[in-house]
């Protein structure tokens, strides 16, 4: 009988961020000239696991919400 091979097959999650002007029509204004990108690779179970809990654990703290109505943080 021929053995059979079970292949895992990881999932990965893909965060990309940017900041910044990619038009670059205003050169004098260091905070506009240019654009930055950012990104980050995370292992599916590991976000699941850690990750996410970890982040989640000071917004409760600070800013108790539902988590089926997750609150956003931003800064401007």
């Known amino acids: 009988m021929p053995e ?13 961020d940017e900041s910044g002007d990619h038009i670059m ?10 654009l930055g990108l950012t990104g980050v690779v995370i292992e ?16 409760q703290d600070f800013f108790p919400h539902n988590p089926d109505e997750p609150l956003i943080l931003v800064r401007n």
Do not use: C, G, I, Q
């Not at 091979?5 to 999650?13: A, I, S």
């Not at 029509?25 to 240019?34: E, G, K, L, Q």
């Not at 179970?45 to 917004?59: G, I, L, N």
């Open 25 to 34: 029509a205003n050169w004098s204004d260091p905070d506009a000239r240019y």
């Open 44 to 59: 599916n179970e590991r976000y699941r696991m850690s990750t996410h809990p970890e982040f989640e654990m000071p917004k």
């Open 4 to 16: 059979v091979y079970t292949k895992v097959v990881k999932r990965f999650r893909l965060y990309v």
